[in-house]
């Protein structure tokens, strides 16, 4: 899961940048206004309430600015800790369009499913010590006894023998040790078939919620696209109007507000559409830096 955690780091540091460029170009367009609304005021043109209003704006809007390059600091400091690698430079990647993406059992469900058919192994190699034990040996000789003085006992001499050995043996009382650690290898292999299963099942569950997680930000994509030019369109025609004296500030911080909000809700749905696709591959039982351009 670390590279989960990274990648959601990452990302939310592009989150935190997006926002930090659009808080400051917005801080522009203040500064720009106000100094603009002054000299109106000079001319008895606008009133102090106005550049008050704008002052007011402009200052929260510095805030903002100093509260989002906090969070970015601590973002980078965050991923410093987790990787040990000191971050002077990000370096902006995609992940690659999942296509024919085919789901895959982690390695460490596969590992547990040994594990439980070696200890059925063990259990039966245990259960075999109750069962008779037969050894069957077979043994040929063959002696020569030339020149050897016998003595009147040739008869006794043996030139040849073939020996068959048979042995029986039974385990007749252990007080019942070996049944009962028979009994605890199958509780085990019980005990990781269930943990493997529930393993594959939960990271089934979680491929299926990704995939739709994919799908879902790929509609918020579109529709945030949609808001951000309709904003656009609308700051516009309102700026345009606020300059020529037609429309007052309220109705220009309300437009300006709106614009900011859509850039800011745009760009953060496109970094969680990333970090979707590394959820997505991550799992499908996939490395998911296998899947950076």
Known sequence: MLILD??????????????LHTLKSQSKELIAQIDRIKKFYESGLATQVEIDKLQAVYENNQYLVANTNMQLI???????????IKVDELKENRYREP??????AYE????????????????KAVDAGYMPQVVVSDSYRHSTYGGVQSGGFEGLLVEEENRLNLS?????????????????????????ESNAIYAQEEQKM???????????????????????????????????????GAVDNIAYLDALNKLTLAKARDKTTQYDYEIAKSIYYYYAGKDPKEFIK
């Open 99 to 104: 296509k024919n993406i085919k789901y895959e």
């Open 206 to 244: 979680h491929f299926r919620l990704a995939k739709s997680r994919l799908q879902t930000l790929k509609n918020k994509r579109k529709s945030t696209q949609s808001a951000l030019r309709a904003s656009r369109s609308t700051y516009n025609v309102i700026v345009k109007k606020f300059d020529a």
């Open 168 to 192: 029986i043996g039974m385990r007749i009382f252990d007080n019942g040790k070996m049944k009962k650690d028979s009994e605890a290898l199958r509780y085990q292999k019980l005990a990781l």
């Open 6 to 19: 990274i990648t959601n780091r990452y990302y939310s540091i592009y989150k935190l940048r997006s926002n």
């Open 108 to 123: 460490t469900s596969k590992i547990i499913s040994t594990k439980a058919k070696a200890i059925e192994q063990s259990a």
């Open 74 to 84: 601590t973002q980078v400091e965050n991923i410093r800790l987790a990787t040990g």
